[in-house]
């Protein structure tokens, strides 16, 4: 009886047209074509804002590390795309190893100056390198990030070897001038556009409708002779004892974690920090300052590895300016994989022994010198 | 102890001084009786929120000013009349008593309505262009019209200022006939209403003046706006700041409330009240940028539901107020307990939104997890202990139903036994926070699960309950909340015995793997079977969702639905409503599925890996039969006084030695919902 | 360590209380004072500006013995005067910020630019060497680094430097002021323009250009990164996968 | 027997220089003290004040009362008798019955002395002190043995008697006589008596005195920072300790652990006026701090050569130790005198206290907030501001809690009390700033006169009759500290006046519909201080609260933890005070613990675990107001 039943393919078939669409031709049967997922963003590439030859550039300056620059330095380059009209190219020196794309942030060339370990202290070396630069460039403005270390220290020394007309904390900047914070942040002071521009993270949206031309060059920078200064190396420091939001390792545990002492060791291998989904907090396993989370705290370091968290918005949301999130989750389909740079699918149990005996020995003791 | 110093400092708006920056936002309650007026549920209802703190409630969402805006559909407080003004008193009145602001919003809402019922009126809109959400078919309004309704905000403006109100809110978001006359989505004219945005912006600059006109220059008048329409031919940011900043200058007004998202469509409005699917405060951005163009205070409701995070808000100066309104209707007492630093007492909102889902069904608007909100005059907030006899109770079960009557009788001052066969509490709400972007129905679980455990409820976790267990307990009361179980019987051709077909539980549980290609047949067309198509889906199997039902998700709410269709349209799932499954038969590897459709009774095949079936569930009702002899009442709930809210006659029986007393709440009776489980619960156990 | 032969300069501004806005010493150049009064020596605490500010001499309470007051009118160039008057001293320590005026942190650079000596910032801790100091100064994320630096030579001192200022009343009463008269200046006009902060500031963004559909996705959609996912292998496996992803991007060094 | 009487005679006299030489000696070391002024007066009032004052806190333990009257009262007679009889060499028989009654009941009460030293409780000094029995019983012994020899015909025996009870005499006279030069145990007396006569706070003696002395900051008056900075009469007050250990056992840091002893201190201060070690120590030592590091000289700063800055920085300033003293000495004076040394030359205060005397100096408030927000509590309550020309009833001081979310329940409790009696009342809002306690316990002499001077004249604009407040630390601070700097104002706890207007009835209050049983703690600078511990139990009864008393209450009560500046302190210890108090609470099984001091409900609701819920007397009064029809 089942013979003269219609065994119906819910899928129609359909053509793909030039532009890209899904045709549906009424009328016409057949089998249906593969079943395609609608992309859910415009893959497009943007457009180079850059038109022609430039007549000019604004310089962007600022220190990599571990290969990538830090959002607040990708804002300095927005900024100085933003700033730029279509003959002004936007040049980015960076001091140390590279190995992100700066394009999308509106970087047209990027000259990589090698001076080593880009957290290696020889200012007088890096002055140099961008006093050099600036005077072959001769840039309109110089952009760089007012970090609290580095950018912006490299950043107030050119200011004082050039003699320019400077802002500092800029907080708030567009083609026709800066403000900056004055007082404790009681006054905004605003001027005119200077010469060099130190920003104030969180001035500039990181979302362009263009991009950049990226060109890459590598210079290389002799060592500075006599430097006044020397590095002797980073003392290690107790991670457990920085806060979340200082914390550049975070391990952080979620429902998934019922073994909270390896959870505990793992944290100490990695001389990492702790942290805790709303769920690990609520039933006691964690304390409340430790919940990471819209509703808890919002972190920003360099790892964070997110041991059986399914990653609620709520969550995410507090995880955003991480660079990388590595998850372990026995899901694969948990709204965490949608954000990890890299998820592993097992018991979150199993990973962690393996990961412990992995590092076996390589338990963080304070007080030696790497 | 966790501080919120912006979250509980003042701010005055005009010559009003708020005491704290919470603020339950203007919704439709559906509670207004006939006619429009306020009455006890409504005043009790704003109350509740006074007594536990909030700032500034602003009730009456869409409180219509003329007589041809119908208020019926919303049941919502009806402006355009004298009547309004003692009733309105009342509730200003009661709020003020507990030290809350109270204001009321008022509208004309245009063509965003239904023109059937009531006076059958003609709606009005500046081009006649119709409404899709309400399917309101409207007229081009004239200017003799417009003149009218400018004058009738005036008038309806002085009723709520005679009423001892503390403000009044104009309208113009959601698409109400303000921003109609702003949008080039709804506003064609050629005449000073229309073209130009000057002259889009000519209505709600007249309405302004007017209302100002008529309250003086001391009340707080305030503007509702939107700050982002979403759709292509509509109001985007920029053009909503420069509206913004122009009505900011005219001074007429003291704040502005900002809502992200159109309204107009089934999926815009699915983002007014973001549900759990949405990341939380996902258009605060929005009124941070008519915040900066603006130089009164800003308000911003949608998804702040925590203390932190409104005071993050707060702190960084994105906003001036927190609209904080669904996590009133869950807790009332929210601001008190983020003042006392019992914060994790709250009965915090989960975005499940089942309170507005019922309010696009024209139906009263409830808690999904509070079933004393809009109750107040029966349900009880805060449980007080019993001055009657210290009892045993027992309670069976630790879903949503077991777990409110553990929570309620304990706090009664009860000694209650709590338990629960698996090895947390929660029952099918940890199914259904299974589904993807569904994961926070567990926050329901979440503060029932804290509560009991605050408590000191007696949890006895991981074992199944026996009558001798139970009996053991020597209880004087035992409450059976033991759910049910996927009724997957009903149809024998469905081969589930046969192991042809799997239940929706098996699938969202991990009992049985996602095929590869999978029949999802939905008889209930709740959030179960698309949910389990979604979870399916999202596993990379090719699914087809099937029911009998005129539109799949069909008893899902209008703010739901839209969540499900998404993400299944964007993950091809097939639609097909108007079928119903016949029989599943195996025919090589194959799984054949035989469907017929409603109308024509044409039957169909289907050739799968996996037939998934939800329909519903059968009670678990074992355990009431094992004890329903040897209980003094027999089990029975006497509904004459479980419906009146008071307390069960068996109650003042002689309960000394063996002798208890059975109940039951929930769907192991017959399958509810949350709510239904909760509301069970609450009203029998209130009396123990 | 011969310390105490050293001579110190420590550079003082005006501060302000973030809350009452009360006139207070700036509470970064306490930290500088403070790390100062540990490195013993012989100590001068310099202020370039108005002479009648009574805060000036909580200082004194704060262990400053004496104070050399550069008079200098609001709004002068605060670098230059000071520079008349930090010739011969073998280390000139400052905070981060003024929290009174500008706060743009440049004034010890400039003071090193023009004396041309070596600069550190960010220090949180100071050993004094015969010819060179050792420093430790704060990173970002709680890491530290030393760093020696010859003598002499200026620092700028962390906010969080490990110190607490001690205010003692006693010592308010036995400092006193030293009235410096710098060389006339020429009075520069300052390009900025300052009022009362009110409102967040605007951030610098593109034209918006995306559809609307577009907007509302990025509003309410969780970023999707796509990163890599590993399903397949021993758990043992999956931790060296871990490993070499950490290693891959430097994040570990082993 | 003519000898044995001449003997005596001899034996009397002899003592008697010596104890003069003594005496001179020790006033010597007292002159090292700075100037006070000398009460003579002060002088004839010592039987009062030692009968009255001082057994008023010996007649808590019974046992050592009739004990010590006894045995001081046995040998203060035979003292006398035998001076007037062999001093004055009378010889009269009857003198020497009625001296050996005298020697005889001394001898009773030494064996009672030496009954309770047999297993003597830990607070009590051993080394000289328990030879005191022996020494006070062969006295006795001697005398009585002496009297009967003289009284009986003379024999052989008595002749062979006579020698060893001389000596006997000689040994108990040496105890007595050598006491107060060479700082034996019997120094108590001497200087115990010229103590009662000469004691620093007179006033205490009238009625309450627990006012600080305001220092003369422009004349550089920095407190005490070595023991010669004491005025002499303070240093004479140390030398009357007894070492009976009330004080260590009644302090609250010394049961948490901290390092702090009263006794220990009072003892360390001794030798530091008298040139010597602590090695000598015979009681219980600072917890944590061995004994015998410590070493100390008129000259030579306290701190830290004789005493850790944290034994300092332990106390709450919570007064048991100075309740509890038989011999009315105040510890806690010396402890802000050397407080004060240290705030004021060296700033080098522990934990957060540096910050919040910055908060105090830049802010006006402990927390550094901005004082705008004082007021925010009460923006809904309409509750009136005070305003300069408008006479209003209460002036309500509310004080740090303001700015403290929990603490603002009680306030809005307060509030619609005094509404509900309806009080003519009004706030400062935005004009009230801290009274500077805080920096006054923690020694900064400079912030807190800065701060009372500024209120008192921002008070002066304002037209009250009373001010009301419910900070205990308020009320002490303008009721006993500010007069002296010119502020003269009524002030009442906010119990005392909502237990006035209950009983006149303008507050009518219904029984608590809470049942739960109550206990109350009395806050240190409320009862202790200002002597108010009716007024809330009054109150709680009022609206039917029988109130469980804790095993420490009233004047006696245990404090919180809270006082003093030891919160910011912070000192360290094997446990937390507000736990101790805690277990009292919850021994007592009370579910409630009433209290009516903002530190007191911070400090005991900080407590984690299981815990009775903390709630202030006005939010229990508030619950008892009849609900509105």
């Known amino acids: 009886m089942s013979e003269a039943l219609k065994r119906i393919n819910p899928r129609r078939p359909f053509q793909v047209t030039a532009e890209g669409l899904k045709r549906i031709v009424l009328g016409v049967a057949g089998e249906a074509g593969a079943s395609v997922h609608v992309a859910h963003r415009d893959a497009t590439p943007k457009p180079l804002r850059l038109r022609g030859e430039p007549t000019g550039q604004h310089l962007v300056i600022a220190h990599a590390d571990r290969g990538a620059l830090t959002a607040h330095a990708h804002e300095a380059i927005a900024a100085a795309a933003l700033l730029a009209d279509a003959a002004t190219a936007v040049t980015v020196l960076v001091f140390g190893d590279l190995s992100e794309k700066l394009a999308p942030f509106g970087a047209d060339r990027v000259i990589v100056a090698a001076v080593g370990d880009g957290a290696h202290f020889d200012p007088d070396r890096e002055l140099a390198v961008a006093a050099e630069q600036v005077a072959r460039l001769a840039p309109r403005h110089i952009v760089m990030p007012d970090s609290a270390i580095g950018d912006g220290d490299l950043g107030r020394r050119l200011a004082a070897r050039l003699g320019v007309s400077v802002a500092t904390h800029v907080v708030e900047l567009a083609p026709t001038g800066v403000a900056a914070s004055w007082r404790g942040g009681a006054e905004m002071a605003r001027r005119d556009l200077p010469r060099m521009l130190l920003l104030d993270p969180g001035t500039t949206d990181l979302a362009l409708p263009f991009s950049g031309a990226g060109e890459r060059v590598e210079i290389e920078v002799p060592p500075f002779p006599d430097s006044r200064y020397r590095d002797l190396g980073s003392p290690p420091v107790d991670s457990a004892q920085l806060g979340l939001e200082d914390a550049d390792f975070i391990v952080s545990a979620g429902n998934g974690v019922a073994d909270v002492p390896t959870l505990l060791a793992l944290a100490k291998t990695f001389d990492a920090a702790i942290g805790a989904s709303r769920v690990a907090v609520d039933d006691g396993r964690f304390a409340r300052h430790q919940q990471v989370g819209a509703t808890g705290k919002t972190v920003s370091a360099s790892v964070y590895m997110a041991i059986g968290i399914s990653g609620a918005v709520q969550h995410l949301q507090g995880i955003r300016a991480v660079r990388h999130v590595i998850a372990i989750n026995t899901d694969a389909s948990a709204p965490i994989a949608q954000r990890a740079d890299l998820t592993i699918v097992d018991d979150a149990q199993a990973v962690m022994e393996q990961l412990l005996e992995a590092t076996r020995g390589r338990n963080f003791a304070p007080g030696v010198t790497p | ?688 | 360590m011969t310390a105490t032969a050293r001579r110190i300069a420590v550079l003082a501004a005006l501060g302000r209380n973030p809350v009452s806005g009360k006139a207070r010493p700036n509470r970064d150049d306490l930290l500088a004072l403070e790390l100062a009064r540990q490195l013993g020596g012989d100590l001068t605490l310099i202020h370039a500006g108005n002479p009648d500010e009574a805060a000036l001499g909580d200082y004194f309470a704060y262990g400053a013995s004496s104070l050399d007051l550069v008079p200098l009118a609001d709004g002068g160039d605060v670098a230059s005067a000071l520079v008349t008057r930090l010739a011969g001293y073998d280390l000139i320590l400052a905070g981060s910020r003024a929290e009174g005026g500008e706060g743009s942190g440049l004034v010890p650079y400039l003071v090193a630019e023009t004396l041309g000596l070596p600069i550190v910032a960010d220090v949180i801790a100071i050993t004094l060497g015969d010819e060179a100091t050792e420093v430790t100064q704060a990173l970002a994320k709680g890491q530290r680094r030393r760093v020696r630096v010859t003598l002499p030579a200026v620092i700028a001192v962390y906010p969080k430097a490990l110190v607490t200022p001690r205010y003692a009343y006693a010592r308010r009463l036995a400092g006193r002021v030293t009235t410096y008269v710098a060389p006339a200046m020429e009075p520069v006009a300052s390009p900025w323009h300052r009022e009362a902060a009110k409102k967040r500031p605007v951030k610098f963004r593109a034209a918006e250009t995306k559809s609307g559909h577009a907007r509302m996705l990025s509003a309410i959609v969780a970023e999707a990164r796509g990163g890599a996912v590993i399903a397949a292998g021993t758990p043992a496996d999956k931790a060296q996968a871990i490993l070499a992803y950490l290693r891959l991007h430097k994040l570990i060094d082993w | 027997m003519q000898w044995v009487q001449i003997a005596i005679t001899i034996v009397f006299w002899v003592a008697v220089a010596t104890l003069a030489v003594g005496l001179i000696r020790r006033i010597r070391l007292w002159r090292n003290g700075r100037d006070a002024p000398v009460d003579w007066g002060g002088l004839l009032a010592i039987p009062r004040r030692y009968l009255v004052d001082i057994h008023h806190v010996v007649a808590r333990d019974s046992y050592i009362a009739n004990t010590h009257m006894a045995v001081a009262g046995g040998a203060l007679a035979a003292l006398a008798l035998v001076a007037i009889n062999y001093g004055l060499a009378l010889y009269q028989p009857w003198l020497d019955w009625l001296t050996l009654a005298a020697a005889a009941v001394m001898l009773v009460g030494s064996y009672f002395i030496w009954a309770r030293r047999r297993n003597p409780p830990a607070r009590l000094s051993k080394g000289p002190w328990s030879r005191l029995p022996f020494t006070l019983a062969g006295f006795a012994a001697g005398v009585i043995g002496l009297m009967l020899v003289t009284l009986v015909p003379p024999s052989a025996t008595t002749t062979m008697l006579a020698l060893p009870l001389l000596l006997l005499l000689i040994a108990g006279s040496a105890e007595l006589a050598l006491g107060i030069g060479a700082g034996g145990p019997m120094k108590h007396a001497v200087a115990g008596l010229l103590h009662l006569g000469f004691h620093p706070r007179k006033q205490r003696f009238t009625g309450r005195s627990v006012d600080l002395r305001p220092l003369d900051l422009d004349a550089g008056d920095f407190g005490v920072g070595k023991p010669a900075d004491f005025r002499w009469n303070q240093l004479l007050s140390f030398d009357a300790c007894v070492q009976c250990g009330k004080c260590e056992a009644a302090c609250p840091a010394f049961a948490a652990g901290q390092p702090l002893n009263p006794k220990k201190l009072i003892q360390d201060l001794v030798v530091g006026l008298a040139s010597g070690s602590d090695a000598k120590f015979a009681g219980s030592p600072y917890p944590g701090i061995p004994i015998g590091e410590h070493a100390g000289a008129p000259d030579k700063a306290v701190v830290p050569f004789l005493i850790e800055p944290a034994t300092l920085w332990s106390c709450t300033t919570c007064r048991a130790c100075v309740e509890e003293c038989p011999m009315l000495i105040e510890h806690v004076d010396a402890i802000i005198d050397l407080r004060r040394n240290l705030t004021l030359t060296t700033g080098e205060l522990p934990g957060t206290a540096s910050e919040t005397l910055a908060n105090l100096r830049e802010t006006g408030t402990t927390g550094g907030h901005d004082v705008a927000a004082r007021q925010h509590w009460a923006v809904d309550l309409d509750v009136k501001q005070a305003q300069p020309g408008t006479l209003v009833d209460v002036l309500l001081v509310v004080g740090e809690g303001a700015f403290d979310t929990r603490y603002q329940r009680t306030l809005r409790a307060l509030v619609k009390s005094l509404k509900a009696a309806k009080i003519d009342f009004a706030v400062l809002g935005d004009s009230e700033f801290d009274t500077g306690d805080t920096a006054r316990r923690l020694g900064d002499e400079a912030t807190f006169q800065m701060l009372a001077q500024r209120n008192i004249a921002n008070f002066a604009r304002f037209q009250f009759r009373r001010i009301v407040t419910p900070d205990p630390h308020v009320l002490n601070s303008l009721k006993n500290d500010y007069p002296a700097l010119g502020g003269h104002f009524a002030v009442l706890h906010h119990s005392t006046l909502l237990a006035q207007l209950a009983k006149s009835g303008q507050l009518q209050l219904g029984p608590t519909p809470d049942r739960r049983a109550v206990t109350y703690h009395d806050p240190c600078y409320l009862g202790r201080y200002n002597g108010e511990i009716d007024a809330p139990r009054d109150l709680l009864k009022a609206i039917g609260i029988e109130v469980r008393e804790m095993e420490r209450s009233g004047l006696r009560g245990r404090c919180c933890g809270g006082g003093g500046g030891a919160p910011l302190t912070d000192i360290p210890g094997r446990q937390r005070i507000p736990d101790i108090r805690i277990g009292d609470a919850k021994a007592t099984g009370a579910a409630i613990v009433a209290v009516g001091c903002p530190q007191c409900t911070a400090m005991l609701e900080g407590v984690v675990g299981e815990r009775p819920e903390v709630l202030d007397i006005a939010e229990l009064v508030a619950q008892s107001l009849p609900v509105p029809a």
């Open chain 2, 1 to 688: 102890m966790a501080s919120y110093p912006h979250l509980m400092a003042p701010i005055t708006l005009n010559k009003l001084t708020l005491r704290n920056r919470v603020v339950s936002t203007a919704h439709a309650e559906v509670y207004a009786e006939p006619g429009g007026l306020p009455g006890d549920r409504y005043i009790r209802y704003y109350e509740e929120k006074a007594k536990g703190g909030v700032g500034l409630a602003i009730c009456g969402g869409s409180s219509p000013v003329s007589i041809d805006s119908p208020q019926g559909w919303w049941k919502s407080v009806n402006l355009s009349n004298d009547r309004i003004i003692d009733p309105l008193a009342r509730l200003s009145e009661t709020m003020h008593r507990h030290g809350a602001k109270i204001m009321i919003q008022a509208t004309h809402m245009g063509r965003r309505n239904a023109f059937h019922g009531e006076n059958w009126p003609h709606l009005m809109t500046p081009s006649g262009i119709r409404e899709p959400v309400h399917r309101g078919n409207a007229k081009i309004i004239e200017i003799e019209e417009i003149k009218r309704i400018i004058k009738d905000f005036g008038v309806a403006a002085r009723r709520v200022k005679a009423a001892g109100m503390d403000g009044i809110e104009i309208s113009a978001a959601h698409q109400h006939l303000i921003d109609q006359f702003w949008s080039p989505r709804s506003n064609f004219r050629t005449d000073e209403w229309g073209g130009s945005l000057e002259n889009r912006m000519r209505f709600g600059r007249e309405v302004l003046s007017e209302v100002r006109e008529a309250v003086g220059p001391d009340f707080v008048v305030g503007l509702r706006m939107c700050g982002d329409e979403f759709h292509e031919d509509g109001l985007d940011h920029e053009t909503l700041k420069e509206i913004a900043h122009a009505m900011g200058e005219t001074r007429l007004v003291d704040y502005i409330s900002v809502v992200g998202s159109g309204a107009d469509t089934h999926n815009t409005l699915a983002n007014c009240m973001p549900p759990m699917a949405l990341p939380p405060e996902p258009f605060v951005h929005l009124a941070a940028g008519i915040k900066s163009v603006v130089d009164i205070p800003v308000m911003h409701a949608q998804s702040i539901r925590d203390a932190g995070q409104a005071e993050r808000l707060l702190a960084a100066g994105m906003i001036d107020l927190v609209g904080m309104t669904r996590a009133q209707i869950a807790d009332p007492y929210m601001v008190e307990k983020i003042r006392d630093g019992r914060e994790d007492e709250i009965k915090q909102c989960v975005g499940a939104n089942y309170c507005i889902d019922r309010q696009y069904n024209g139906l009263d608007v409830l808690c999904v997890q509070n079933a004393a909100t809009s109750r107040e005059a029966t349900m009880p907030h805060i449980i007080t202990k019993s001055t009657g006899p210290r009892r045993k109770v027992v309670v069976v079960g630790g879903g949503p139903g077991g777990l409110e009557a553990a929570r309620v009788a304990r706090s009664r001052g009860h000694d209650v036994v709590l338990f629960e066969r698996g090895d947390a509490v929660g029952g099918q709400i940890n199914l259904a926070a299974k589904a993807p972007q569904r994961e926070q129905m567990a926050g329901i679980v979440r503060w029932f699960d804290m509560e009991t455990r605050r408590l000191g409820v007696d949890r006895r976790m991981g074992r199944e309950a026996t009558p001798e267990m139970i009996l053991g307990e020597q209880p004087d009361i035992v409450v059976l909340a033991t759910g049910g179980s996927s009724n997957m019987g009903q149809v024998p051709g469905w081969g589930f015995e046969e192991g042809l077909s799997v239940s929706s539980w098996d699938i969202l549980s991990g009992k049985a793997e996602p095929g590869k290609n999978v029949l999802v047949y939905d008889v209930m067309s709740a959030h179960t079977g698309s949910g389990t198509a979604d979870f399916l889906a999202t596993r990379g199997s090719t699914v087809e969702i099937v029911t009998p039902d005129v539109k799949v998700a069909d008893d899902v709410g209008g703010t739901t639905f839209p969540i499900f269709y998404r993400r299944l349209y964007a993950l091809d799932v097939v639609m097909t409503p108007n079928y119903w499954l016949d029989r599943v038969y195996r025919e090589g590897n194959k799984l054949i599925a035989v469907i017929r459709n409603e109308y024509t009774e044409g039957l169909e095949e289907r050739s799968v890996d996996q037939v998934v079936i939800e329909n519903g569930i059968l009670p678990n009702d074992g355990l009431y039969w094992d004890l329903k002899e040897r209980s003094v009442n027999f089990g029975q709930t006497d509904n004459a006084t479980l419906f009146a809210a008071e307390p069960q006659p068996a109650l003042s029986e002689d309960l000394s030695g063996d002798k208890f007393l059975l109940y039951r709440v929930g769907d192991c009776i017959s399958q509810h919902n949350i709510h239904g489980a909760i509301y069970d619960a609450l009203r029998l156990c209130k009396d123990f």
